[in-house]
């Protein structure tokens, strides 16, 4: 029981930080961008969102099909799951630029060379667009653990 309650407790942390660290890199990328920001914020947001985003995936894997929640049979018979895991594939692919990128800077940095900021309102709006859809995640998760069941 304290290994399903602990689960649980590390996957919402994980959200609510996520959420919050993704929103803080939106938020970054624009402060940049207007050049008003530095790119040393924009990585620490970074680097917290690719943490809660692993805790999340780990956590949320050993929950669904793990054995320590309803079981792979319900999950993967839930609507609800699969748009929930919809909204978690889009996420993915929209981190795909911004997460190259983010590398290409550490390693510039790392050099002591100029980063490549031209694109930093675009990965603000990705950013912010990524939040939304963890939101939208909570949404079709609160549904899905209630049974909420449609036709």
């Given amino acids: 029981m304290l290994t399903h309650w602990m ?3 590390g996957h919402l942390l994980a959200l609510v930080v996520g959420f919050w660290a993704v929103l803080a890199r939106g938020t970054a990328f624009r402060r940049l961008a207007d050049g008003v920001g530095e790119a040393r914020s924009v990585l620490i ?3 917290l969102w690719g943490i809660c985003a692993v805790v999340l995936l780990l956590s949320g894997g050993m929950r669904a099909f793990g054995g320590y ?3 792979a049979d319900y999950y993967l018979h839930q609507p609800l799951f699969h748009l929930k895991m919809t909204f978690f594939v889009l996420i993915l692919l929209l981190e795909i ?3 190259v990128t983010l590398i290409k800077w550490r390693i510039a940095l790392g050099r002591k ?3 490549d900021t031209a694109r930093a309102k675009l ?3 990705i950013s912010h ?3 939304l859809l963890v939101l939208l995640m909570v949404v079709a998760a609160t549904g899905m653990a209630r ?3 449609f036709g």
């Fill in 129 to 131: 667009v990524e939040a």
């Fill in 147 to 149: 049974g909420v069941a």
């Fill in 45 to 47: 947001a970074d680097n």
């Fill in 69 to 71: 929640e309803k079981g």
């Fill in 7 to 9: 689960l649980a407790a």
């Fill in 113 to 115: 060379t100029a980063i």
């Fill in 97 to 99: 630029a911004p997460m």
């Fill in 123 to 125: 990965f603000a709006r």
